[in-house]
C-alpha cells in the first residue's frame, strides 16, 4: 500500500535489532524525538547475552557523552527511552530503561492499577525506582518460562492503563518485543534489520517501509521476522506500508527554532490543506470523505465539538462558524471534561473531535465514548494512522506537515482550515446559505495565503515590539466573538514559550472582575480588527485607558479611527470577522515566539510539556 504522510507526532520509545552500532541508531533516532518534551533519557543495549543499561537525567546530550565512552560495546540489538515523568521525581532510578533480573524494558503511558501491582510484589521484590513502569517488568519477569513474547501476553492480562513497550531479555538475545495499548508504536522494516519508534520522524532516515500497530497488540521482531498477536495470543496478518515523507522536511532550514520555521510554513501547509476542497472554478466546496454521510449530517440535530489546549480553541472557533453557517446549536467542550460529565445524548447529535497527534488520551476516551453509545463522530487530525481516526465514522485530515516545536502553530491554522471549510460545505448542504454565498466566502478565502505571507514579512516589527514588552510579567488578552478563542490561544501561547503569565478573556467579562487588575504593569492585548461589536471593543479599550492601563492593539489595516490611537498596534489586511482569526493568530504566534527567544528559553521544548498529553 502506497500513501503519502504529511505528518505523524508525540516521551519516546526506541528500539533497534540489525547489523550496526546499536548506540549510534538510538541516539539518532532519540533526538529526532526530542520535541516530544522529557526530563531524562536511557537506553539498554544487548550482546552475547550480556546487558549495559545507561540513563541520564537532562538532555539526549548527557545521554550522548556516556555514550561514547561505549561505542566499543557495538552492539546490534537496544532500546532507548525519553521520559516525561508521571510516577516518581525526575532521576537515574526512575529513569528508563527499568530492569527486573532478566526482563529489561521502556515504556510509555501510565499503569491505573500500579497500587494494586505494587502491592501484590511488595513482600517478593525490593523495588529500585518509584515508576509504575518499573512493575511491568516485575510482572513479565514473574510470567516468565522461557518465552517473552508469551510472558508478556500473559502480563498484559493483569494491567490495565495505556502503555507502548519495548521489551529484551538475555535469554533471547535475537529477540525484541513490541506492545501497543493506547500509546502509538510503530515498526520500520529495513534489509536485515527491523527498527521500532513513538513516530515517524526517528525512522524515516532508515526506511520507508513501516507497519502501524493496532491498539491491543504485541509484535515479536527479529532482523528478518515480525510476529503480531493480539492479546489473547491469537496471530494477526502484518499490514505493510509505504510513507512517502523525506527526513529534511524534519529540518530547521537555517531557522534558529523550530516554531519559528512552522509560524513560517503556515501559508504553504494552509494550501496544502484546503488543496482538493475547492473547486478549480472556486465557486464552491468539496469533501470527497463526506461522500455518503449527507444524511448522518441532515439529520444532525446539534453537534458537540470537544479538544484539549490549542484543539479545545479550534473547537470554539467550531461552535462559532456551524452556528452561523449551519444554524444548529452547537457545544463546544474540553474532552477531559466531556469524558466525565453527566450530558444528555440524542441519537442524532453529531461529536467532532479535534486533535492533531491524533493520539490525546482524553479526546480518544471521549471518542470510544460517543462510539459506544451509538454516537457518529468526525475526527480532524494531521496524523495518518493514529489512533483516535481509528474510532471514527469520518476523518478529515489537515496537511500541516510535521509539527516539531512543542507549541502548536500550522497545526492549529491547519484545524481552523478544515473548519473553516466544513462548516460551510454543512451550510450549503443544510440550505442554510446559499450558492452565491457560498463563492463569495469561498472567493475570500483563497486570499488567506497571501495575507498570511502579508503579517510574516512584518516579523522584524513584531520581534522589536515583543522585545519592548519580554520585560512583563502579566498580560491580558481581550477577543469579542470568534476572535475570543484567539485571544486565548494567544495568551496560552506565551504562557507555554515565554513563561509569561498570560489571561485570554471575552472582552465583555473585563468589567466583571479582571478590570480590578489593570494597572500600568499588566499589558492588555486588544483584537480590534472589524466585527459586529466593533464598537463594544472600542469602549473596552477606553475602559482600560481610563486606568492608566497599557493597550496594545490588533487593528484592520484602513481603521482611520484607530489609527490615531495613542499606543502600540499592529494592523491586519481588512477581510471578514470569521477570517480574521488567521491573522491575528500568527501575529500572537510571532509574539510569543519572540518573547521567548529574547529571555534565552528553550523555545521548541518547553519545560513540562509534551508534544502530545497521551496520560490523563
Not at 454521510?293 to 473547537?315: D, F, Q, R, W
Not at 467550531?318 to 449551519?326: D, F, M, Q, R, S
Not at 501561547?493 to 500600568?520: M, N, Q, R, T
Request: with cysteine.
Amino acid at each position: 500500500m502506497e500513501r503519502e504522510v504529511k505528518q505523524k507526532i508525540m516521551c519516546g520509545i526506541v528500539a533497534y535489532i540489525g547489523k550496526r552500532n546499536a548506540i549510534e541508531v538510538i541516539i539518532d533516532c532519540l533526538k529526532r524525538l526530542e520535541y516530544r518534551g522529557y526530563d531524562s533519557a536511557g537506553l539498554a543495549l544487548l550482546k552475547d547475552q550480556e546487558v549495559t543499561i545507561i540513563k541520564k537525567t537532562g538532555k539526549i546530550k548527557e545521554l550522548e557523552k556516556t555514550c561514547s565512552e561505549k561505542l566499543y560495546i557495538n552492539a546490534t540489538l537496544g532500546i532507548g527511552h525519553t521520559r516525561w515523568a508521571t510516577h516518581g521525581l525526575v532521576n537515574e532510578k526512575n529513569a528508563h530503561p527499568h530492569q527486573s533480573k532478566n526482563i529489561i524494558l521502556v515504556h510509555n503511558g501510565v499503569v491505573d492499577n500500579y497500587l494494586q501491582l505494587k502491592e501484590f510484589f511488595s513482600n517478593r521484590i525490593d523495588f529500585s525506582s518509584e515508576t509504575d513502569s518499573e512493575l511491568i517488568a516485575h510482572l513479565v519477569e514473574y510470567n516468565y518460562k522461557g518465552d517473552l513474547c508469551d510472558a508478556t501476553i500473559k502480563s498484559l492480562n493483569k494491567l490495565r492503563g495505556s502503555f507502548a513497550l519495548s521489551i529484551i531479555t538475555p535469554n533471547e538475545p535475537d529477540k525484541i518485543v513490541l506492545v501497543k495499548k493506547d500509546s502509538p508504536l510503530i515498526i520500520g522494516i529495513g534489509e536485515n534489520e527491523m527498527f521500532a519508534a513513538s513516530d515517524l520522524p526517528a525512522l524515516v532516515p532508515y526506511t520507508n517501509k513501516f507497519i502501524f500497530l493496532e491498539d491491543n497488540c504485541v509484535a515479536s521482531i527479529k532482523r528478518d521476522k515480525v510476529e503480531i498477536f493480539d492479546f489473547n495470543g491469537n496471530k494477526i496478518e502484518p499490514k505493510y506500508e509505504t510513507i512517502s515523507l523525506n527526513a529534511r522536511c524534519v529540518e530547521k532550514y537555517g531557522y534558529k527554532h523550530y516554531m519559528l520555521k512552522e509560524i513560517f510554513e503556515q501559508p504553504r501547509a494552509l494550501v496544502d490543506t484546503f488543496t482538493g476542497h475547492i473547486s478549480n472554478s472556486q465557486d464552491k466546496i468539496i469533501f470527497n470523505e463526506l461522500k455518503g454521510a449527507e444524511e448522518m449530517l441532515l439529520n444532525a440535530k446539534y453537534v458537540e465539538v470537544i479538544g484539549c489546549g490549542t484543539s479545545y480553541h479550534s473547537a470554539m472557533v467550531a461552535k462559532y462558524l456551524i452556528e452561523k453557517y449551519v444554524g444548529i446549536p452547537v457545544i463546544a467542550d474540553i474532552a477531559s471534561e466531556y469524558r466525565y460529565r453527566e450530558n444528555s445524548f440524542e441519537k442524532d447529535s453529531l461529536l467532532i473531535a479535534i486533535s492533531q497527534s491524533g493520539e490525546t488520551a482524553d479526546t480518544l476516551a471521549s471518542v470510544k465514548l460517543a462510539r459506544e453509545r451509538g454516537q457518529k463522530v468526525i475526527v480532524i487530525s494531521n496524523v495518518f494512522s493514529s489512533s483516535i481516526p481509528r474510532y471514527s465514522d469520518i476523518t478529515l485530515y489537515t496537511y500541516a506537515g510535521p509539527e516539531i516545536s512543542v507549541a502548536s502553530t500550522k497545526a492549529f491554522i491547519t484545524q481552523l482550515t478544515i473548519i473553516y471549510l466544513f462548516s460551510i460545505y454543512f451550510g450549503a448542504l443544510k440550505k442554510s446559505i446559499g450558492e452565491k454565498d457560498v463563492k463569495l466566502l469561498v472567493k475570500d478565502f483563497v486570499r488567506l495565503p497571501e495575507q498570511l505571507n502579508y503579517i510574516l514579512s512584518f516579523n522584524k516589527d513584531i520581534e522589536e515590539f515583543a522585545k519592548n514588552c519580554s520585560g512583563y510579567k502579566h498580560f491580558f488578552f481581550l477577543g469579542r466573538g470568534i476572535n475570543y478563542p484567539i485571544a486565548l490561544e494567544g495568551a496560552l501561547k506565551l504562557k507555554e514559550v515565554a513563561y509569561i503569565h498570560a489571561e485570554g478573556y471575552a472582552a465583555g467579562e473585563l468589567k466583571h472582575g479582571p478590570i480590578a487588575l489593570v494597572s500600568p504593569e499588566i499589558p492588555t492585548f486588544v483584537i480590534a480588527t472589524k466585527s459586529n461589536v466593533y464598537d463594544k471593543i472600542l469602549t473596552n479599550i477606553e475602559e482600560i485607558r481610563a486606568r492608566k492601563g497599557k493597550v496594545y492593539i490588533i487593528k484592520s489595516k484602513n481603521d482611520k479611527f484607530l489609527d490615531g490611537f495613542r499606543g502600540d498596534s499592529i494592523s491586519i489586511i481588512d477581510t471578514s470577522e470569521e477570517l480574521s482569526i488567521f491573522q491575528n493568530t500568527v501575529i500572537f504566534q510571532l509574539f510569543a515566539y519572540h518573547c521567548a527567544n529574547f529571555l534565552g528559553l528553550d523555545v521548541d521544548q518547553p519545560r513540562n510539556l509534551a508534544k502530545s498529553v497521551t496520560v490523563e
